[in-house]
Structure formats: structure tokens, C-alpha cells
């Protein structure tokens, strides 16, 4: 079974230019999950997808950050414009309903 | 609100030795999932349990085993005889039934010698 894809695995930007992730969950997930994970930290949960449908995006910087789950599968992650504090790991995660989240292997932001 | 505490920011123990990582949480749900995951420095979360919260049983699985303690609020991961490979950092993380947030704890950063 493969896993949870994610592109690009390293991305370098200048603050204030758009960038954008993207997420291919496990076949099947109904759930897909996208974290911000800072050098020390816990992922920080940013948004939560049932479906196509939003369940939690109370953590996601909307005047920056918007993301979308078009026809319930594939996601993006969109941040415009990145300021230098948006250095991050970002991860997408795929579940079945909300048990066990398998994690894809993140993208690395450098906003210089 | 959740929220997930690990108490132990860094543990570094000598090959063999036994350890506990410890999780205490917070939760007004009377219905949730307890979690571990493993992250090696390759990066990738890897699931390693689940646990519900009308069910504390212990679990054993090798040498890894994990504690559920309802009265306390804690989660805890032991691993018996340590191995260099066990070198990661663990984030326990707690999820709400149904379609609930996820929330993880900071981790703990564990370091087995040889």
C-alpha cells in the first residue's frame, strides 16, 4: 500500500513570495491532516479535512494560509506571502476517521 | 481545550538500559484515542499505538509497552532494554472520537548509547 505522498521535499523562498505544498493521502483516508512542525516542537495542527469538507482550521493563519481538498483526495497547502517565522516542516497526514495518523514525509521551508 | 504535556523535554540512557517516557493529558471528552509515534532522524512520523479511553488495559508489544492510567491522565511508553536504533523522539498525541482535533505533545527526545 503507499503511503502518504508529499511534494516539493525542499523548498527555499524569499519572505513575502507564495508558495505552495501538496498532499496525496493514503487511498481510502477520509481524513487528511496538515501540521506545521518548528525545529523542537510538536506538529501544530493547522487544518483537518473530512472529505472535501473542513472539520478544524482554527490554528490556520487565514490571512496567509489557505488550503483546499478538492473531490475528497489530493490537498494543497498555499501560504501567501511567507514571512520568515513560516520556516517550518510542514506534514500531511492521512487517517480513517481519527484513529492512527500516517504521516508523509514533510516538506521543508526555508523563508529567507 | 486538549492539550498534552511530555514533562521530558531530553532522556539519554546507556544501551540495555530501561526507560519511561511520560504523557499526561487534558481533556473535557468523556470519549477519546491516546497515541504514540515515533520520529527518527530520517524525519517520518511513525504510528506505534493506539489506545481508547474506555479501554486501560496495558499493552505489551516486544520490548515496548505503554501504561494508561485514566485517574492520573497519563500515557506512558516504556521500552525495555534500550537499543541504539530506539534513538528518536517520541510525541505522544491525544485525538477527540469522531472527527475531533488532534493534538501532540513536544516530544521527548530520547538518546541510547552504546
Known amino acids: 500500500e503507499a503511503g502518504v505522498a508529499q511534494s516539493p521535499r525542499y523548498k527555499i523562498i524569499e519572505k513575502r513570495q507564495s508558495v505552495a505544498f501538496w498532499c496525496n493521502p493514503i487511498s481510502g483516508h477520509a481524513t487528511l491532516y496538515w501540521y506545521q512542525q518548528i525545529l523542537g516542537q510538536g506538529p501544530k495542527l493547522l487544518i483537518q479535512?473530512?472529505?472535501?469538507?473542513?472539520?478544524?482550521d482554527s490554528q490556520l493563519p487565514k490571512d496567509r494560509f489557505s488550503a483546499e481538498r478538492l473531490k475528497g483526495v489530493d490537498s494543497t497547502l498555499k501560504i501567501q506571502p511567507a514571512k520568515l517565522e513560516d520556516s517550518a516542516v510542514y506534514l500531511c497526514?492521512?487517517?480513517?476517521?481519527?484513529?492512527?495518523?500516517?504521516f508523509g514525509p514533510g516538506t521543508r521551508l526555508t523563508v529567507t | 481545550a486538549q492539550k498534552v504535556t511530555q514533562a521530558q523535554t531530553e532522556i539519554s540512557v546507556v544501551e540495555k538500559e530501561d526507560v519511561t517516557l511520560d504523557c499526561v493529558y487534558e481533556t473535557r471528552d468523556t470519549t477519546y484515542y491516546l497515541f504514540w509515534y515515533k520520529q527518527p532522524p530520517s524525519g517520518e512520523l511513525v504510528f506505534l499505538i493506539r489506545r481508547n479511553s474506555f479501554d486501560e488495559q496495558n499493552e505489551i508489544s516486544g520490548r515496548y509497552s505503554w501504561n494508561f492510567q485514566k485517574s492520573t491522565s497519563s500515557f506512558n511508553f516504556t521500552i525495555t532494554a534500550s537499543q541504539v536504533v530506539d534513538s528518536a523522539v517520541y510525541f505522544c498525541a491525544l485525538s477527540e472520537a469522531g472527527a475531533g482535533k488532534s493534538t501532540f505533545g513536544d516530544g521527548t527526545t530520547l538518546t541510547v548509547k552504546p
Open positions: 479535512f473530512q472529505n472535501n469538507g473542513v472539520v478544524d
Open positions: 497526514a492521512s487517517s480513517l476517521l481519527t484513529y492512527e495518523q500516517y
